[in-house]
């Protein structure tokens, strides 16, 4: 049925075939996710005719080499499982390049291959270029890209970057990257990628509010008690992540990016239109509400980071953080956090949002849960037991993706007693399909130009100034929320029960 209101906004734009430039592509994102993101696309019959990908790397190989690497790689992580046949199809899409991310020569190089695949591919000369790389080579492949005139449109053809996080360590240093990604590309052909709009569950908060009836009139502070935002990890520092982790911290690390973009899809108010702007719009105008915790005093009343130490995960015997590979037996880096956010806007005031983030809890979980009010007590508060507590919404974000409601019942019987029961849906029962990885989702909306589930500069520069106040506290004084510890494999510090207790709440169990 047509759209009466936006005859525009019916149907989603189309992927268009272009060459997918991996800067980085011999690393762990570009074998783990990139790549089979693509052959997953193919295998549901989504990747436009005509992808090509060159990977852009360092080391010496060649396209067989690094195709075979691949192949490895996908047998082990594909979604959809290998498929030889059509892995045989697809790898012949794929190339490799080696340069340094300095060498100018290597950028001509690549310019003048890129073309060959054009004439090749028959005159579409679209290209997709992902910074993948460490981000400390980002600058010179920004540079180098310009000086090269990659970034060039040609004609009708585009020339698209899309840029993996740490979208910089802190406010100043995110500036200077979007100063020069805004001198190289235009905005609107910039994508930050935020893998976490990507995911089914995360794109269907908006749904659930903004297409049901019942929930957005009791969306704000007059029904909502608080709202939680959980993301739970039983993984440590497996694999050398040590070395990357101890420089960041759960906050950059999670709560600056991943987290907080879902806070934004909770809060923001209806947006005028689904367009990639309409919507940024309104998510931006909740970054700006944060109040700021911008005193030591304010960080410590409502942060609280942790590190884990030695205990059980899943039955396993495992290390503290600080005896992690790579991370300093002094470290100072959180491997918890959780902050009591508030939103200052109309809707939500006086409504705290929990945020917490942590490593080596007792398994891996992300869910959204919204907790209501409770009624009053008038009728039922006085018989044996009470009312058993307020309704709670839950997102489950990942896994078992779903969303479950928490009703107070009478159980069967003579006398009148209560109880919490649950109605529950799960993505892979009702829906019958699971749900496409989020980088699926991305590339293809990269490829199709429609930026609404990446980050915009404002954004990403709004949410740094949130966590960068936090930072900058707990490194002028100790007192800012003081370094707590947990046992790995339980619910994190008793400093962050706390925190909620101090207002009345406390953590769902999940
Ligand atoms: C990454 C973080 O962005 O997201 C990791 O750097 C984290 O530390 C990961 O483990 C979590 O992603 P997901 O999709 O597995 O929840």
Known sequence: MSNPFREDLVSRAQPKACTVVIFGATGDLTHRKLVPALYNLLVDGELPTGVKIVGFARREKSDE???????????????????????????????????????????????????????????????????????????????????????EHKGECWSRVIVEKPFGTDLPSAQHL????????????????????????????????FANAIFEPIWNSRYIESVEITCAEHLGMEGGRGGYYD???????????????????????????LSADGVRDEKVKVFRSLRQWDTPELVAANVVRGQYVAGYVNGQEVIGYREEDRVDPESMTEAYVAVRVMVDTWRWSGVPFYVRMGKRLPKKATEISIHFKEVPGVLFGALPGGLPGGNV??????????ISLRITSKLPGTS???????????????????????????????MAGDATLFARRDEVEEAWRFVDHIERAWHQSEKASPMTEYAAGSWGPREADELLAAHGHAWRRL
């Open 65 to 151: 080499e690094y195709r075979d690497g691949l192949e490895e790689i996908n047998r082990e992580v594909s979604r959809s499982g290998h498929e030889d046949a059509l892995w045989k199809q697809f790898r012949e899409c794929i190339s490799y390049h080696q340069s340094e991310f300095q060498d100018g020569d290597g950028y001509k190089r690549l310019g003048e291959r890129l073309d060959a695949i054009d004439r090749e591919r028959g005159g579409q000369g679209n290209r997709l270029f992902y910074l993948a790389s460490a981000p400390e080579f980002f600058d010179d492949i920004l540079e180098q890209m310009r000086d090269a005139g990659l970034n």
């Open 393 to 402: 919404l839950v997102m489950r974000i990942q896994p078992d993706e779903g």
């Open 416 to 446: 009148l007693r209560m109880e919490p029961v649950k109605m529950d849906f799960h993505y892979a029962s009702s829906f019958g399909k699971s749900s496409p990885e989020a980088y699926e989702r991305l590339l293809l909306d990269a």
């Open 247 to 273: 420089k960041s911290g759960a906050l950059r690390d999670m709560v600056q990016n991943h987290l907080l973009q879902l806070l934004s899809l909770v809060a923001m108010e209806p947006p005028t239109d």
């Open 178 to 209: 979007n100063t020069i990604v805004n001198a190289t590309f235009e905005e609107k052909d910039t994508y930050r990628i935020d893998h976490y709009l990507g995911k089914e569950t995360a794109q269907n908060i908006m749904v659930l509010r």
